[in-house]
């Protein structure tokens, strides 16, 4: 899919340089050509030798090279290619291409560069939070560079957070999405809105009410239609991951605010509800911490929150053409699903079985139907990426007919 792309990988020097390995090879098992430069740090992890192998290219390292500029000189570097990825980014990288350093042949090539940019950080969570990276960040960002990841999770230095690059595979993905590689656009010209993830509802300005949903299945649904070419508004409340390539996300924390976002997105050709909006609200949000304070237990009285699936369904003006609910049950999965439908007004329900030991909350696959009008259609199991890409080929159909 990335045939005839040229790919210009930047290697910083970080433990994650390894993956960046992996990366080339993914890339080139795509068809991409990759050229590889890597800073002196990144030497200290892996070798050129292993970069050339791999991307079936020579590897640039110095600036000051007399063999490299009579041959290719760093401009023409920084220009022959579709897309300069950076992986990984270094925080030190990073703060010189924010700060427009150009001392080695990496930080040169950035600066030089008349293509877009695309980085994925990777490094210690505590470097990442950093509010000088963080500046870096919100600058490269403002400057147009594309930013992938870092994902959370397990570090190489023990510690856990925010920080690990991103799969090679999502890298893949996010260029593809990026290069509009595919001609396989059936979503194109389309908006979709999606909601994700799950909202939390405050009870005081320090509790709030909160339920398990990951976002995995919604953020799958709204990289996938931005892959076939949809324009994308996904509504996310708080979730742990990152943001996918090629979509407008709108972050929210309540019902009340997802509901607001999805209005304002109007007018949409597809609504896909996947948030798993908390039910209800606490009734009045107290306005300082509720106290323990020996006296009587603090009672809860609940408001019921705005169904934002039946709101986008019930809509006279600016209906999306096709609302999308998911109904999450643990048992008679299709019977409520059917339910569901007519009760929401919805086009179509992708209900799954969500009891426990079936993994699919949180986890990363998941076994749907889909219920529409004419009928009922078992999917297999299968990842919620591939529940995504065949779903957002569905809505293509549909949109298209
Ligand atoms: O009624 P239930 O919560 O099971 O319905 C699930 C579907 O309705 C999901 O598509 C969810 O995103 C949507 N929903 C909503 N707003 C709510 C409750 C559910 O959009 N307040």
Redesign the pocket.
Same mark, same amino acid.
């Given at each position: 899919m990335l045939q005839g792309k040229r790919i210009l990988l930047v290697i910083a020097g970080g433990i994650a340089a390894y993956r960046s390995l992996e990366l080339i090879r993914a890339l080139r098992e795509q068809r991409a050509a990759v050229r590889c430069v890597m800073t002196h740090g990144a030497q200290q992890f892996v070798t050129p030798m292993a970069a050339a192998a791999l991307s079936g290219d020579r590897v640039f390292t110095e600036l000051f090279s007399l063999t490299d500029e009579a041959e290719m000189g760093h401009i023409r570097l920084s220009r022959e290619a579709d897309l300069v990825v950076v992986a990984p980014a270094t925080a030190d990288l990073m703060a010189k291409m924010a700060a427009g350093l150009a001392d080695d042949l990496a930080s040169t090539v950035l600066l030089a560069t008349d293509k877009p940019v695309m980085a994925c950080p990777a490094m210690n969570t505590m470097m990442w939070n950093h509010p000088a990276t963080q500046r870096n960040v919100a600058r490269l960002k403002a400057d147009g560079v594309a930013m992938l990841g870092p994902d959370a999770g397990d570090l190489a230095c023990g510690e856990v957070g925010r920080g690990r690059m991103s799969q090679p595979a999502a890298i893949v993905a996010a260029i593809a999405a990026f290069l509009d590689a595919s001609t396989d656009k059936p979503l194109a010209g389309r908006h979709a809105l999606v909601?994700s993830g799950p909202t939390h509802e405050p009870i005081d300005p320090v509790r709030f009410i909160a339920n398990r949903s990951s976002g995995k299945q919604g953020h799958a649904i709204a990289a996938a239609c931005a892959r076939l070419g949809a324009r994308v508004t996904l509504v996310s409340g708080p979730v742990n991951l990152p943001d996918p390539a090629g979509v407008e996300i709108v972050k929210v924390e309540t #019902?009340r605010e997802m509901l607001a976002a999805c209005e304002a997105a109007l007018p949409a050709d597809v609504a896909i509800?996947?948030?798993?909006?908390a &039910?209800w609200r606490v009734a009045s949000e107290a306005a300082t911490k509720l106290k323990k304070d020996g006296g009587a237990l603090p009672t809860l009285s609940f408001a019921e929150?705005? &169904?934002?699936?039946a709101t986008l369904a019930a809509r006279n003006d600016r209906r999306p053409r096709l609302v999308i609910?998911? #109904?999450?049950e643990t048992g008679d999965v299709v019977t409520y699903a059917r339910a =569901?439908l007519a009760r =929401?007004g919805c086009d179509w329900i992708v209900a799954n079985d969500v009891s426990t030991g079936t993994g699919t909350f949180g986890g990363d696959d998941n076994t749907v139907f889909l219920v529409g009008p004419e009928g009922v259609e078992d999917w297999p199991r299968m990842s919620k990426q591939e529940v995504a890409d065949t779903l957002a080929r569905r809505i293509a159909g549909h949109l298209a007919a």
């Open positions: 909601t #019902a509800c996947a948030a798993a909006v &039910d929150n705005p &169904d934002i699936l609910g998911f #109904a999450a =569901k =929401k």
